[in-house]
C-alpha cells in the first residue's frame, strides 16, 4: 500500500500538492470569517480611576446629556460601545464615558463642555507623542468607524470618547445626483442603498469602514483613476468647530475650510455629515486572483507594465498583496483587479494576468457591494494590528527592492502567534491624482511618472509581540526609503489613511500644503481645542508653546 500511495504521489505530486495548498486556502479564509467573538474573549472592563478634573468633566456631561453618556458601570451597553474596533488594541483602551450624541444640537453641547474644560486650563498638559504627528494626551477622540489602527486614533484611557455612530442616515436627493451621509455610516451601508438604483459613490472599497476618516484622509476608491481621491469628491460637509458653532461648509461657504478637510483629518472640528456626489455606475466587473509565491516576480512585473502603459480610466488596480500566515505556515499573493464598467470578458489592460497559472480566481460581473464585501472578508477584525506606507516610482529595481525588503521582514517575526505579514502594492497614476476638487496634498503639481503605493498591514494576536511587529515594520518602510533615496526613485508624499503613528503624512504635503492647514487651524480653532486636546488623528505641528493646557 505504501508503494502504491508513493507512486501516486510521485506521478501527481504537482496535482495534489496544488489540491492541498487550496485546501489550506480555504481553511485560511474561513478562519478570517470567524466571529470575533469566537477567536476572543473579552476581558472585564477595569473602571479607570479617575482625576477630580476628569470626574467633574463627566459629571458635566452627564448633568447636560444623560440620554448620552454612556459610563463604565453600565457594563453591558459600555462594553458594547467600545468594543466595535477594528484594531484589537483599541478596543482595549477604557476611557471615562462614551458620548453617544442623538442630535447635531447634542454633539454643540457636548463640544460647549468640552471646550470650556479646555479653556479653564484645569489639568496640567503633559506632552506625550507616539510619534511626530499623534498626541496621545488631551481630553477627548472621536470615532466615526473605529477602522484606523493607529494607536489611540479613536479610542484613549480615561477621557471621553465621542462616538459618532447614532449618525448613520442616508438621504438621496430628489435629483439623485448627491447623497448625504452621517459620519456613523458604512462603506457598505452606502452601496446597498445605491446599486438598486444603478449609483455610486467615490468612496471607500471595503464595506465595514467608516465614512469619517476615510473621507478626511484623502480616501482611494475603485473609481479613483476618474475622478480623483475620495475627499476630491465631497460637495459639503456638517461641522461641529471648537466653540460648538455648526457650519455649513462648502466651495462657497467657508471655502478654506472645505478645502481643508479635504485631507486635513480631525483638525478642525467634528465632521457629522458629507454631502457626497453620485455617479452612474451599473455592474462592474472584478475579484481577487489568489497566486502561489512563487508567482511573485511575474506580478510585480504585470503591476510595472499596467502603470508603464496608458490608464484606462475604469481600471482600479492591480491592487497585489503579499501575505504570510503564521498558522498556515504557507505565503500567498492575491490580486485585486477591478473594471469599473459591465463587461463580461477580461479586461485589456489587466491581459498580462490572464495566463498566470493560480489557485482560483473570483474576478467575474458582480455590484459594488460584493467587491466592497470581498475586501472586508480579506480584513478581519480583532488582531493587532499595524500599517506603515511609502511611495516609489515605478522603477521595476525598487518595486522588487521593496518586496525583499518584505521577506527579509518576516523572517524576523515569522513565529509570532496569528500573524498575517501583508504587503500591498498599488498604482498611482498621476493623471487622477490631479482630479477632482482641490485639496491641500501637493499631489496638483506632481511629476508625470507613475507612482508605486507601498504599505504595510500586519495582523497578530498577543500583546508581547508588539513592539517587535512595529519594529520590523518601520524598518522595512525605512529599508524601501533609503534605497529609493539613493537610486532617486522616491516621493515623499505619504498616503494619509495607511500612515504608521510614526509618520508624519502633513510633511509629505509639502511646505505650502501644510502651512494652509495650519493657517485654517487658528482661523477656526485659535486656541488649538483640537490640536491639543483632542488625541487621535495625525496633527499639524502647530507651537505647543502657545497654549499650555490640558491633560486628565
Known sequence: MSLILS????????????????????????????????????SPVVIPSLSEPAKKLVEELVAVLPEDVILPEAAARFAQARNVYWDQQESERIPSCIVQPRSVESLSATMKIIKRAYDEGRHTHIKKDFGPGIRSAGLFAIRSGGHSPVSGAASMDGGVVIDLSLFNTLTLSED????????????????????????????????????????LAGGISFFSPQYGFAANNVLAYEVIIADGSILNVSATSHPDLWRALKGGSNNFGIVTRFTLRTIRSGPIWGGYLYLPSFQAPKILAGLHDVLRNPMDQHAAGPMASFTYSQSLGIQIISVSLLYTKAITKWPDCFAMFKPLWRFWSTCKPQSLTSAYNELDALSPPNFRQAYGTTTITNDPATIAEAHASYNRG?????????????????????????????????????????????????????????????????????EIEVFAERRGTGYPYRFHNYCAEWQDPFEGYGIAGKRFLQDVSRRYDPEGLFQRGCVGGFKLGLDDNKVTHVQI
Open 176 to 215: 439623485e445626483k448627491s447623497i448625504e451621509a452621517g459620519s456613523g455610516c458604512r462603506w457598505g451601508a452606502i452601496s446597498r442603498l445605491l446599486d438598486s438604483r444603478g449609483l455610486a459613490v467615490v468612496g471607500g472599497r471595503n464595506s465595514h469602514v467608516g465614512v469619517g476618516g476615510l473621507l
Open 410 to 478: 518576516l523572517q524576523a517575526v515569522k513565529g509570532i502567534k496569528g500573524l498575517l505579514w501583508t504587503i500591498v502594492f498599488q498604482p498611482l497614476h498621476p493623471t487622477w491624482l490631479r482630479k477632482g476638487d482641490p485639496n491641500p496634498m501637493g499631489l496638483q503639481g506632481c511629476p508625470d511618472e507613475p507612482l508605486v503605493l507601498v504599505s504595510y498591514t500586519v495582523a497578530w494576536n498577543r500583546v508581547e509581540d508588539d513592539d517587535l511587529v512595529h519594529r520590523e515594520v518601520k524598518s522595512s518602510i525605512e
Open 7 to 42: 507512486g501516486l504521489f510521485r506521478d501527481n505530486a504537482p496535482l495534489i500538492t496544488a489540491s492541498l495548498l487550496i485546501l489550506a486556502l480555504i481553511i485560511m479564509r474561513r478562519y478570517l470569517w470567524v466571529d470575533k467573538s469566537q477567536r476572543f474573549q473579552k
